[in-house]
């Protein structure tokens, strides 16, 4: 047993990294100081400060350096199989190790490695450090077989994998939504610019009223266009539309891919904006209408598009239009929302503006400020 356990320990190698110390029980203070977007790289186990202090890096980046340090030190001969140990150090949570896992494997595949076993997990912590640690063991037929063996020890996982580990392509093909090509759209320049200027904003919103992912959904929709917008007003609008449904996520992604979608329909139709603009966003507002159940009141988009609907049919300008939009947002800030992950919080919510209230007043108001 003794020259088993120093083979397998000759053959590993770790590293620890951490985006926040740990506190030592009855300490007044974290075990040591962390500005924040910076990570201590090459942590111990015990709570000790790294062999270097970073930047805080993505998963890709960060992973590909703790295994160039591994591999460096471990130096396993070409093609030789490994087995991969991904542990949490206390307060990183299953998703973010899983993350990690994923990079392991891509990387150490990519090297020309075979990876028998991956296991994820938590086995060894540094009380409530939030960080994770790499471990690379180099291995043979006899050292997998009494990995897989069956255990009773407390801090090792009841059921482990007992296949081999390989990247899974996961990549979708990019949607056909650039609007790159003809004349320049101001109007939708300056809305879909707006919206990438404001990420962090609508994500603290949301973050008081919701679940904190309505910025991450505007950014994976529009982020990838550059400005200015070009093409016809319809083919800029279905072009956003199908970000809107194909790239970004949660309820915000379907609601607004299907109000620019029926924008879009309306453009198509007819050269007068503003007959586009009423035919498109009233059939909006019933679809979105169906599809959530959203009444105004409710602390939803609906608040906002709703007025600037009715202010359209009436034939109000482009000018009262948005202001009636933008009142609506505005009524929000002291509505409980009884629709969206908002209604989960209650009065909470109450004294701040929905934050898709707001992105929809802001179409109006590009709409207004570049009227034709």
């Known amino acids: 047993m003794a020259d088993i356990g120093r083979r397998v320990a000759a053959a590993a190698r770790s590293f620890s990294v951490a985006f926040a110390p740990c506190t030592v029980p009855g300490?007044?203070?974290?075990?040591?100081?962390?500005?924040?977007?910076?990570?201590?790289?090459?942590?111990?186990?015990?709570?000790?400060?790294?062999?270097?202090?970073?930047p805080q890096q993505p998963a890709d980046e960060l992973v590909h350096g703790m295994l160039e340090r591994i591999l460096a030190s471990s130096r396993p001969d070409d093609g030789e199989d490994l087995l991969a140990l991904v542990n949490g150090l206390g307060s990183a949570h299953p998703l973010e190790l899983n993350v990690v896992a994923d990079q392991v494997v891509r990387q150490v595949t990519d090297r020309g490695f075979a990876v028998r076993r991956i296991l994820v997990a938590s086995l060894v912590t540094a009380l409530d450090m939030a960080g994770f640690s790499i471990t690379v063991v180099r291995c043979d037929d006899e050292i997998v077989e009494l990995f897989d063996a069956p255990t009773g020890a407390p801090g090792w996982p009841s059921v482990t994998s007992t296949g081999g580990a390989r990247p899974v392509d996961v990549h979708f093909a990019d949607p056909d939504d650039a609007a790159d090509s003809g004349d320049e759209s101001p109007w939708l320049t300056a809305f879909v610019g707006r919206v990438q200027e404001s990420v962090d904003d609508l994500t603290d919103l949301d973050r008081q009223a919701g679940d904190g992912d309505f910025g991450t959904n505007m950014a994976a929709a529009l982020r990838h266009f550059p400005l200015p917008l070009r093409g016809r007003d319809a083919e800029v609008l279905t072009a956003i539309s199908t970000s809107f449904l194909v790239r970004a996520g949660g309820t915000s992604g379907a609601l607004f891919g299907v109000f620019f979608a029926e924008l879009a329909r309306a453009f198509g139709e007819t050269d007068d904006r503003a007959a586009a603009l009423r035919?498109?966003?009233?059939?909006?507002?019933?679809?979105?209408?169906?599809?959530?159940?959203?009444?105004?009141?409710?602390?939803?988009?609906v608040d906002a598009l709703s007025p600037a609907v009715d202010a359209l049919g009436a034939e109000a300008s482009l000018t009262d239009v948005a202001t009636a939009a933008a009142d609506g947002a505005e009524s929000t800030r002291e509505l409980v929302a009884s629709r969206g992950r908002a209604s989960y919080v209650g009065d909470r919510a109450r004294g701040v503006v929905d934050p898709g209230a707001l992105v929809v007043a802001w179409f109006f108001a590009a709409a207004a400020d570049h009227a034709a």
Not at 280 to 300: F, M
Request: charged share 25%; aromatic share 4%.
């Open 27 to 54: 300490a007044r203070q974290p075990s040591f100081d962390l500005p924040v977007g910076e990570m201590e790289f090459g942590v111990g186990i015990h709570g000790e400060a790294g062999v270097d202090r970073i």
């Open 279 to 301: 035919a498109g966003t009233a059939e909006a507002l019933r679809r979105i209408q169906d599809l959530g159940g959203a009444r105004v009141g409710d602390d939803t988009l």
